[in-house]
C-alpha cells in the first residue's frame, strides 16, 4: 500500500512521490538482498532510476537534472525512506553532491559532471573523514599541493558512501597544510586518475547494501580546474552545504518511523499470547501510543523544516535539531518496536531488525548527534 504522502507534496509533488514509491517499492522488494550481498546497487539500477527522473531532482534542466526545487528531491527521498531501504546512495549522489557542483562549480565542472549524474552514467560521492579525523574535519591529513598546473592529492579517506561504485569523488584536502581551517579545499577527482585507488568495501553492521568504503590518494595528480570553488573555502563550503545533508538524514528517520510502527501496529493485531492479540495487552498499547505521537510530532516537524529550507534555507541550529532528535527518535522507536516483535524481532528476515540496525549509523554520519547540540547549544 502506498504510504502517505508529506504534507507539502500536492499536484506534481504527489505524483512524483507516487511514482517514486511504485517504483522503488517494487525494485526494493525484488532487490534489496542481492544489494546485502554485494554491498552495493548496481548501475543498471542507477540508470533506470535516471531514466525515470529520480535523480538530481532538484538540478535545472540546463544540467541534465529535474528542474525542481529541493521538495523535488524529498518527495523522491520521502517514498524511498519508506521502503526502509538504505542500499541506494542517491541521498549523498542527488541530494549532496551534485549541490556542491551546482553551488560552488564551474560552468565547465557543471557541464562535465551534471548530466552525467542525473542519468546514473556517473555515480558521485564526497570524502571529507579520515581515519584520524571525522568530527573534527579540520584535522584532516590529506593534502592537495600545488605543482604547476597540477595539485598532487595524497592521502585515505574512509567511510565513504558510493566509494566502491564512483566515478566522480569531492575530495576535503589541505592546499595549505599550515593553514588550519582556512587551508582546507574542495577538489572534483575523476575515479580514472592515476594514483587514485579504492580500498575495502566496510563491513558494516547495518546498511549492508549501501557500498561504504575507503579511498586512497597516491600522488594522484589533477588539474587546476579540478579546484571546487575557491583554493582555502573548502570548510566554509561544508558548513554551508550540511544543513541540506542533515535535512535528508531526518527524511529518511521519519520514513523509517512511520515504517516501523505500522508493521508493529500490524504484527500486533496478527500475533497471538495468553488467548489474545498482543495489541490487547496494555504494555503494546501504550508502548504503540507513544510511537505514534512520536512518529506524529516528527513527521510535522520535519515538514515543517523541509518547507523553511526551501523558502529561506535551514539555519544550522534547526537543522541541527532535525538531525539530531529525528535519529534519536528513530533509534528510540523502532527498539520499542522490535521489542513487540519478540525473537522474531532479532531475525534479519524480518523488516524491523533490518531498521534497527540501519537506524544507528544515522545518529554517528552527517556529523554525530553531539556535534549538532554543540551546534545548537552555539545559538543559545
Ligand atoms: C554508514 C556511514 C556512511 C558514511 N558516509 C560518509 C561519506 O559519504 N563521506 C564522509 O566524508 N564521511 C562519511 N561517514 C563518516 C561520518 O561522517 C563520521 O563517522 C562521523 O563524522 C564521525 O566521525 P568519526 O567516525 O571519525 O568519529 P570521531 O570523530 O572519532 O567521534 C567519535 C564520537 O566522539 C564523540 N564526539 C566527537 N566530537 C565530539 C564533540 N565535539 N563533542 C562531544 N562529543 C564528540 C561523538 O559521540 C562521536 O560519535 C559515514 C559514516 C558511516 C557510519
Partial sequence: MRPARPS?????????????????SVEVSARSEQWARNQCVERDFWLRAGELGLICASIPEKYGGGGGNFLHHAAISSAYARTGDRSWGNAVHSGVVAHYLLSYGTDEQKERWLPLMATGEAIAAIGLSEPSAGSDLKALRTTAIR?????VINGSKTFITNGS???LVVVAAKTDPAAGARGVSLLLVDATTPGFSR???????????????????????VPVS??????????????????QERLIIGITAVGAIELAVDATIRHTKEREAFGAPLFDLQNTRFQL?????????????????????VREGLDDAT???????????????????LQLFGGYGYMREYPIARLYADARAQRIYGGANEIQKELIARSL
Fill in 8 to 24: 507539502w507534496a500536492v499536484d506534481e509533488l504527489a505524483d512524483l512521490h507516487d511514482m517514486a514509491w511504485d517504483f522503488l
Fill in 165 to 167: 561504485s564512483a566515478d
Fill in 147 to 151: 605543482d604547476g598546473d597540477e595539485y
Fill in 226 to 243: 579540478s579546484l571546487l570553488g575557491a583554493e582555502g573555502r573548502g570548510f566554509h563550503q561544508i558548513m554551508a552545504q550540511l544543513p
Fill in 199 to 221: 580500498g575495502r568495501v566496510l563491513d558494516k553492521i547495518g546498511q549492508h547494501g549501501a557500498d561504504t568504503s575507503e579511498l586512497h590518494f597516491d600522488n594522484a595528480r
Fill in 289 to 309: 501510543a507513544e510511537s505514534a505521537t512520536y512518529a506524529r510530532v516528527a513527521r510535522e516537524f520535519l515538514d515543517n523544516c523541509v518547507i523553511r529550507h
Fill in 319 to 337: 537543522a541541527a535539531m532535525c538531525k539530531w532528535w529525528l535519529t534519536q527518535v528513530q533509534c528510540d522507536v523502532i527498539d520499542s518496536c
